[in-house]
């Protein structure tokens, strides 16, 4: 079923001197404007195309692609402001997305970018943008398993690393420890998921191969200390010769795999050694 504010494939059913109009199911018939039509689409083809409204608030269908449909979040840059209305957004589209004054917090100005969420009133049919973006992160604990593949958009930076939306949908962190280098505010890229904390808190990774290396050590070791009760005279001084013999590892993946552990807050350092942190300690 098509949607408003989002990219689905219609049907042209019928050509005027205006554009065409396309099958939108409940919301009707909508012009695609003449200049948007594809080179040689006719009545009866199939075509990608996008719906929200016009400056007199009509349905209207565009070919050109926003850079963020309803439910997704985008790093946009203000365009202008209303003295009434708030800031304008420019999304890609003729029509600039409007970012109300009661949704953005801290208050924008022109030329600043600013991280948003697109979202619908199903009342007005209104497209408009949101930067309170706590307020749309899912409050549900999110299902990922370590090593699944996820899409970012860099938030903002913290002093452990960078908060980063995970999927449009959770906020996840990339610590500084694991990045070569800083990132920049919108940027979007492929992560991994290095585990669900148990408030869950995503804690991320760029670097697919260095966490798949990691991670089965980092397991063994919090095996191990389950076993033992829960702590182990083992550190990132330790011999490592001892460290092979009872880990099968070298003392630099040990240090590593303790390190990540550590950020996760799954151990604490007792100096020497190290203590399992149970749920709820950290």
Do not use: C
């Not at 504010?5 to 050509?15: K, L, N, Q």
């Not at 409050?139 to 908060?163: F, H, K, M, W």
């Not at 063994?220 to 550190?235: C, K, P, Q, S, W």
């Amino acid at each position: 079923m098509p949607e408003l504010g989002r990219i689905a494939t219609f049907t042209i059913v019928r050509e005027t001197q205006s554009g065409v109009y396309l099958d939108a199911g409940e919301l009707g018939e909508v012009l695609l404007p003449g200049r948007l039509i594809p080179p040689g689409a006719r009545v009866g083809d199939r075509i990608d195309a996008f719906i929200h409204t016009d400056s007199l608030d009509r349905l209207v269908a565009t070919t050109v692609r926003p850079r963020a449909q309803v439910g997704e979040f985008a790093y946009l840059r203000v365009k202008d402001l209303h003295e009434r209305a708030g800031a304008f957004l420019d999304w890609g589209l003729s029509k600039d997305l409007l970012l109300p004054y009661n949704e953005q917090g801290d208050r924008v100005h022109p030329g600043d970018h600013v991280l948003v969420k697109v979202l619908l009133d199903v009342e007005t049919r209104r497209i408009y943008a949101s930067a309170l973006v706590n307020r749309h992160l899912s409050r549900s604990r999110p299902t990922y398993a370590p090593g699944d593949t996820v899409a970012l958009i860099v938030a903002d930076e913290s002093p452990l690393g960078y908060n980063a939306i995970v999927d449009h949908r959770f906020r996840g962190l990339l610590y500084h420890t694991n990045l070569a280098g800083p990132l920049a505010p919108g940027a979007t890229m492929r992560g991994f998921v290095k585990s669900v904390r148990e408030d869950g808190k995503i804690d991320l990774s760029l670097d697919e191969a260095g966490y798949a290396r990691v991670a089965p050590l980092a397991e063994r070791i919090l095996a191990e200390l389950d076993r033992v009760g829960g702590r182990l005279n083992f550190d990132d001084s330790s011999d490592p010769e001892a460290i092979r013999e009872r880990f099968g590892a070298s003392k630099k993946a040990f240090k590593q795999a303790i390190g990540a552990l550590y950020r996760e807050r799954r151990i604490r350092f007792t100096e020497p050694g190290i203590e399992l942190v149970r749920g709820g300690e950290g």
